[in-house]
């Protein structure tokens, strides 16, 4: 590797992951994959029933698509809205299980230096 190149960081850890259990925890990959799925989901239902709505209200209303379009655009920022609510509380959830693991390892540290003290 030439000085000029930067060496990318590894994607994983190598130590072992306590909290990566599979079963919803926030540091697994099935958490990211449902915290992933859930934006999505919103995104497509909110889009899908504003366009719906509108597309009904233009058949109600025997105009052209104006109401659709409407119906298309106010679902998309309501979805974006829902979408920036999930990543929020999606982003206070990892702070806070990054603070418990922190504390968890200093916790440990502390343990650790306790018991070479005693020796």
Known sequence: MSEHEIESPPLESDRPNEHATG?????????????FSQIGITLLVANLG?????RWVDGLLNSGPIFLVVGFVGGFVV???GAAQIVARGLKQFEAQDVIEKAARLARRRAESED???R
């Open 116 to 118: 070479k003290e005693l």
């Open 50 to 54: 504003g366009a719906l709505l509108g």
């Open 79 to 81: 979805g974006a809205l």
């Open 23 to 35: 079963t919803g925890s926030l540091g697994s990959k099935s958490a990211y994959f449902a915290l």
